[in-house]
């Protein structure tokens, strides 16, 4: 997987250093077709979970956060 930063370089070379795409795929070490797919694509790449992660597990300390939240609630505000 490319990098965002690789993918820069790739789309620098290309545009502003007007480089082949067979140059930057040497200096790169990527193929030709990835490299045409790294300059069409201009949009950055966004981490998403491909699952939500699981709810925090509070355990022993449950029962002490259920009597601090009611003692909470009885404080005059």
């Known amino acids: 997987m490319i990098n965002?930063?690789?993918?820069?370089r790739m789309r620098r070379s290309y545009y502003l250093e007007k480089k082949s795409l067979r140059q930057i795929a040497r200096e790169e070490g990527y193929s030709r077709v990835t490299i045409k797919k790294a300059i069409s694509d201009a949009s950055p790449r966004i981490y998403?979970?491909?699952?939500?992660?699981?709810?925090?597990v509070l355990g022993p300390y449950q029962l002490r956060v259920e009597e601090l939240l009611t003692e909470n609630e009885q404080l005059p505000h």
Do not use: F, G, S, V
Request: net charge neutral; no cysteine; hydrophobic share 30%.
């Open 4 to 8: 965002e930063e690789a993918r820069e």
């Open 48 to 56: 998403t979970l491909t699952k939500p992660r699981p709810a925090i």
